[in-house]
Nanobody, 122 residues
Framework: QVQLVESGGGLVQAGGSLRLSCAAS????????MGWFRQAPGKEREFVAA???????YYADSVKGRFTISRDNAKNTVYLQMNSLKPEDTAVYYC????????????????WGQGTQVTVSS
C-alpha cells in the first residue's frame, strides 16, 4: 500500500512563499510520476503540477512561473515551491502518485495524500 504524507501548508500573506513536501512510501518512488492537485471550497479538485520519473515538469497555466515542482528520489519526496502566492491559491493541496512513469492528463493518479491546507490572506 502506498502512503503519501504532505506537510508544509499554512497561512501566508499575498506575495509570500511556501514549500510543500510529500513523503512517499510503499513503492519504488523513483519509477513513477508524481503530482500536486488542489481543491478550493465549493470547487472541484484541479491539477497544479506534475513531474515525471526523469524530471520533466508540467504546470497548470494558473501557476506557471510562480510554482516549481521537484523531486528527491533518494528521499522519496516530492516538493512544491510556491512563490508570489495569491488569495486565489487558497485551497487544500493534495499530493498524488501516478501509476505510470510519465505524466498524462489522460491517466489519473492512483494514490492520494490526505491534503494540507494553504491559506493566502490579502
Amino acid at each position: 500500500q502506498v502512503q503519501l504524507v504532505e506537510s508544509g501548508g499554512g497561512l501566508v500573506q499575498a506575495g509570500g512563499s511556501l514549500r510543500l513536501s510529500c513523503a512517499a512510501s510503499g513503492r519504488t518512488f523513483s519509477t513513477y510520476a508524481m503530482g500536486w492537485f488542489r481543491q478550493a471550497p465549493g470547487k472541484e479538485r484541479e491539477f497544479v503540477a506534475a513531474i515525471n520519473w526523469g524530471g520533466r515538469t508540467y504546470y497548470a497555466d494558473s501557476v506557471k512561473g510562480r510554482f516549481t515542482i521537484s523531486r528527491d528520489n533518494a528521499k522519496n519526496t516530492v516538493y512544491l515551491q510556491m512563490n508570489s502566492l495569491k488569495p486565489e491559491d487558497t485551497a487544500v493541496y493534495y499530493c498524488a502518485s501516478y501509476p505510470v512513469s510519465s505524466y498524462s492528463s489522460k491517466n489519473p493518479p492512483r494514490y492520494w495524500g490526505q491534503g494540507t491546507q494553504v491559506t493566502v490572506s490579502s
